[in-house]
């Protein structure tokens, strides 16, 4: 058997968006090797995500189970490793995610073949797979041969475009028995205090703010702007590091990649690893006092000068514009 | 408690791509004068926790390196920082291994070296950026791994309650030990050596291992490196002008009015 498997990604219950785009890179390398393109879904209860998971899969893999949610890594390694005897694949893709991060290296491992993670750029020579991956923070790429059986690669979201929906040929329930428990138990899973405004993650409108800021005492700059502008609140790793905010609103390599319309960058220096996170933003702002710094080389449009001055007068005048 | 931490050497994260160099093949980065390496941020966080255990605990933490000879450097630093040995695998054929590669020298370090109850590392390396090797590392151990952790909430040396982040906040496990954790960069502030550190540091023998004192048998890679290609940026914002930081910033919202954001 053969074939190009790819892994959708199920968030509570709903598929996550970049699994379309997974579905794209995966369609490309099936059309090249001449391999069927297959999915797979791991979760709860998958009804609706498997109905949006229009990938024009020949053949759908649905592993169903209570277990799944919330994600532990024993389950679903256990679920990945049936679907993959059942088909065996040639290449498999998954999302980029905080999950994957954990479960497919060991993925790897355990079948013990080759994985490279967070690819930006697919294809296939003869039978290689060759791929892109962003190394030392993003300021450098690399270019990677990978072998084995079958090769793992998990995908940067917001590089490839959603596919073109067109449903599986047909789908296949997977039984896969509750993996015995383990040396690692979940005892509870514990949800940020939820932010006013939208999700880091879907937001149009992202403001984000630095070390720049000075201090957790500023950061009500950073918030009093997102609320004017209607936009969720992002920042850099320090500010997390140091407890300013949860991480969950970390933006860059380690925290979220996001994909807004518009993302202002308060008092952030502008190093790859940050940059890593926002690359498939659409317009970008800097408001930073040093006129060197490395953000202006990304942002469209900027602004020099100290962030506790020009904050306060600019979500004044975006108020204004926006009850006008 | 008895804990390993894998320290890897790496080119210093904070050089702009505009400093970077490669080597000659054109597969490996070098340091630009007068910047040297450094240990890896997360293994840096990783070390920190080993030593805070330690103190809490009792027992050992053991520094293991795979590099060239001037990882030396990050392993010392990693004894003048507390920990109480470290040793450093530098076979020049494991130097452009793959994550397997090393993740399976590292395990066959750690079992010459003993038993152990915890193995700390990294939850990636700032060069690979690859968080894939503390995996091949735990397979090849057979124990269980969980990562990113922000926090150890509870230890009773038999088994750790841990906080692995997820999107939106952490998830709470409970995890057996023995065990592997990859650290992430919010459980603490790495320590600055402390001077009797130093001076430890400077007396210390860290020993190198080869292959063969491992009995590693060559594998073939699963993955190769074919180039690194620097990816420069050039461009350059258009600056809001203002006679003040408040006109600015007015200027700013009508800037993004007209463009049709606000
Ligand atoms: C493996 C790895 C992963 C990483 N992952 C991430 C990640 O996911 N996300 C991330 O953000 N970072 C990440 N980093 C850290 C990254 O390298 C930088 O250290 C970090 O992004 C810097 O944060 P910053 O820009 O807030 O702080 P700084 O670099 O200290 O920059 C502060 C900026 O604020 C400006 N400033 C100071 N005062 C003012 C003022 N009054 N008004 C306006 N501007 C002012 C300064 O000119 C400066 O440019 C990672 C690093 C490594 C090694
Ligand atoms: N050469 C090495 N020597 C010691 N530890 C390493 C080495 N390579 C990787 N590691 C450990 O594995 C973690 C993940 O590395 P990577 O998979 O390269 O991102 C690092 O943070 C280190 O703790």
Redesign the interface.
């Given at each position: 058997m053969a074939g190009v498997l790819v892994f959708g990604d199920v968030i509570g219950g709903a598929l996550a968006p970049a699994s379309l785009e997974v579905a794209t890179a995966g369609a490309a390398l099936a059309a090249a090797l001449g391999e069927p393109l297959l999915g797979a879904l791991v979760g709860d209860n998958l009804k609706s995500a498997a109905e949006q998971f229009r990938g024009g899969f020949s053949s759908l893999y649905l592993v169903e189970g209570k277990h799944y949610r919330?994600?532990t890594?024993q389950a679903s390694l256990a679920a990945a490793q049936a679907v993959i005897a059942a088909c065996a694949p040639s290449v498999v893709l998954f999302c980029h995610?905080?999950?994957t991060?954990?479960w497919v290296?060991?993925l790897?491992?355990?079948l013990?073949?080759?994985?490279?993670?967070?690819c930006t750029v697919l294809s296939v020579e003869g039978k290689d797979l060759?791929v892109n991956?962003?190394?030392?923070?993003?300021?450098?790429?690399?270019?990677?041969?990978?072998?084995?059986t079958p090769r793992l690669a998990t995908v940067r979201a917001a590089i490839f475009e959603a596919c073109a929906a067109s449903a599986a040929a047909q789908t296949i329930a997977v039984d896969v028995p509750v993996p015995a428990p383990?040396?690692?138990?979940?005892?509870?899973?514990?949800?940020?205090a939820a932010t006013a405004g939208p999700k880091l993650?879907d937001a149009k409108?992202i403001v984000s703010g630095g070390r720049g800021l000075g201090g957790k005492d500023n950061w009500h700059f950073i918030e009093e702007t997102a609320t004017a502008?209607g936009a969720a609140v992002g920042c850099s790793?320090p500010v997390?590091?140091s407890g300013w905010v949860?991480?969950?609103h970390q933006v860059g390599?380690?925290g979220?990649c996001v994909t807004p319309?518009?993302y202002v960058a308060v008092g952030i220096s502008g190093?790859?690893?940050h940059l890593a996170g926002i690359s498939a933003a659409k317009?970008?702002?800097?408001?930073n006092n040093d006129?060197e710094a490395?953000i202006?080389?990304?942002?469209?449009?900027?602004?020099?000068?100290?962030c506790r001055?020009?904050?306060?007068?600019?979500?004044?005048?975006?108020k204004?514009?926006?009850s006008s | 408690m008895n804990i390993v931490v894998t320290i890897k050497q790496v080119?210093d994260?904070?050089?702009?791509?505009s400093h970077?160099q490669l080597d000659p093949s054109g597969k490996r980065?070098v340091s630009p004068f007068g910047i040297p390496p450094v240990m890896n941020g997360y293994d840096a966080n990783a070390l920190e926790e080993a030593l805070r255990l330690k103190e809490k605990h009792g027992g050992k933490v053991t520094a293991l390196g795979l590099g060239d000879d001037s990882s030396r450097e990050s392993l010392k630093r990693a004894i003048a920082m507390g920990a109480d040995t470290a040793m450093l695998i530098n076979d020049p054929d494991l130097l452009n291994a793959?994550?397997?590669g090393v993740?399976r020298a590292l395990a066959a370090a750690i079992r010459k070296i003993g038993s152990f109850d915890l193995i700390l590392c990294g939850?990636?390396a700032?060069?690979?950026?690859?968080?894939?090797v503390?995996?091949?590392l735990?397979?090849?151990l057979d124990?269980?791994?969980?990562?990113?952790v922000?926090k150890i909430e509870s230890d009773d040396g038999k088994q750790l309650?841990v906080?692995?982040?997820?999107?939106?906040?952490?998830?709470?496990?409970?995890?057996?030990l023995p065990?592997l954790l990859?650290v992430?960069?919010?459980i603490n502030?790495p320590r600055f050596p402390p001077m009797r550190g130093t001076m430890a540091a400077g007396r210390a023998m860290i020993p190198g291992w080869k292959a063969s004192d491992l009995g590693l048998q060559p594998s073939?890679?699963?993955?190769?490196?074919?180039?690194?290609?620097?990816?420069l940026?050039?461009?350059?914002?258009?600056?809001?002008a203002?006679s003040?930081?408040?006109?600015?910033?007015?200027a700013?919202?009508?800037?993004?009015?007209e463009?049709g954001?606000?």
């Open positions: 919330p994600y890594a995610t905080p999950e991060r954990e290296p060991r790897a491992a355990r013990d073949t080759g994985l490279v993670t967070d060759v991956k962003p190394v030392y923070g993003g300021g450098v790429m690399g270019e990677f041969v990978v072998r084995g383990g040396k690692v138990t979940l005892i509870d899973q514990v949800e940020a993650k409108i502008l790793r997390a590091d949860p991480s969950s390599l380690s979220t319309d518009l190093a790859v690893q317009t970008v702002v800097a408001i006129a490395d202006f080389t990304r942002a469209n449009y900027g602004v020099v000068g100290d001055e020009v904050l306060p007068a600019f979500a004044a005048r975006v204004q514009l926006r | 080119a994260p904070n050089i702009p791509p970077i980065i793959d994550s397997a993740g939850r990636q700032s060069d690979t950026d690859g968080g894939q503390l995996h091949w735990a397979e090849a124990v269980a791994a969980v990562t990113p922000a309650t906080h692995r982040l997820v999107e939106e906040g952490y998830q709470r496990l409970r995890v057996e065990a990859g992430s960069s919010e502030e073939a890679a699963k993955v190769e490196l074919r180039n690194l290609q620097i990816q940026r050039t461009s350059k914002a258009e600056l809001i203002g003040s930081p408040a006109e600015q910033g007015t700013l919202a009508d800037k993004l009015h463009l954001f606000i």
